[in-house]
């Protein structure tokens, strides 16, 4: 049948409990073998959907023993969504087996923009580093659900802590949730320390969506060695139920996150404060600003003391008005470490003209942090469109 689908555009298979592959092997028996490994199979092809396949092995079954998903050497030239759902057999999507190939073969995956992988019970990581050379057009990743994974990128074993730096030019939307066992977003060798999120392996240039929900052994977000290239976009930061996490955001990565818009931290109960200090160092006359910042939702964080080193609504507390000459005025008490007038429970208007952020504590409106989430989901959701699938989880 594939000499008349090649002008396949899109692709979904879901809730077809007894199917095991694809695309079946013995339609392509009587082929030449070394023919068959250079056949671009969906040429057309921009979107497929795999879901609630709980039998599925592979996309197409081979000779070799695998336990990646994508046998094939190549497969989609013009691919730009990937979505798989509820496929509790997969281990890997792709493997080393697809490099090195023949140059014909190498537009596979090349346009792949949007991945999302959510509910795959054995799936232990997303990207394996072989792959880095064909998803420099990635926009868009979506994962949750997958209990085994510590990774998201797996680098190879013996990859130094100096060695190749992996980037990701295009990326703007990253989704991680209800991942238990993530240790790090790329490492060569996951440890069973505590370590942060990101680390000086990966850079994101231009990504502006950051939604981190249910992963639980996380202490940081952020190394200190981190590259000073990323995150220099990020617009929207949403940090919920993650209970290791101590801080949102290190002192030391300030200086990248000028172009805030919106935080959101809820249900982080070893949250000490909003804002940390690098241990040994101070900077208590250094203002901690964020310029372009419009609103801060705070929730349901039972052990935060502090928004930076010094009590609650203290003078090194972040500015953020709307008003130039006021912000000049704050600049220059926070430079004399003049603490702030105590704020009471009438000065809403004042404090809200003053910051122009939300605070919520256990007695605000549960309606106004509802509306937070759904505005910054909305976000998300353009980019990821995760309402493909239909795998019917939580």
Known sequence: MLPRLQNL????????????????????????????????????????????LENLISFCTSRLAAQHFFKHPAAFAALEELHICNLPNIIEIWGKQLLPVPKIDAQSFEQLAVVNATWCDKLVNVIPSSMFPRLKNLKSIYVKGCPEMEVIVSKKANATVNGDIICFPELSSLSIDKLNNLKSFCSSSPSSEAQPLFNDQVVFPVLEDLFINRVRNITNIWDKLHSRESFCFLKRMMIEDCEKLVNVVPSYMIPQLRNLEVVNAFSCPKMLAIVSEEEGKEDDEIPILFPKLTTWNLKSLDSLKTFHTQPFLNHQECAIMNDDKEIEQDKRRLLKGKERETMNENDDKTLERKRNFAIMNENDDDKEVEKGKQTFVQHLTTSMTDGKMACGKP
């Open 9 to 52: 555009t899109e692709l979904s298979v879901q809730y077809c409990p007894m199917v095991e592959e694809i695309l079946s092997e013995k339609e392509e028996e009587k082929e030449d073998a070394e023919a068959k490994e250079n056949t671009i199979l969906f040429p057309q092809l921009k979107s497929l959907e795999l879901g609630s």
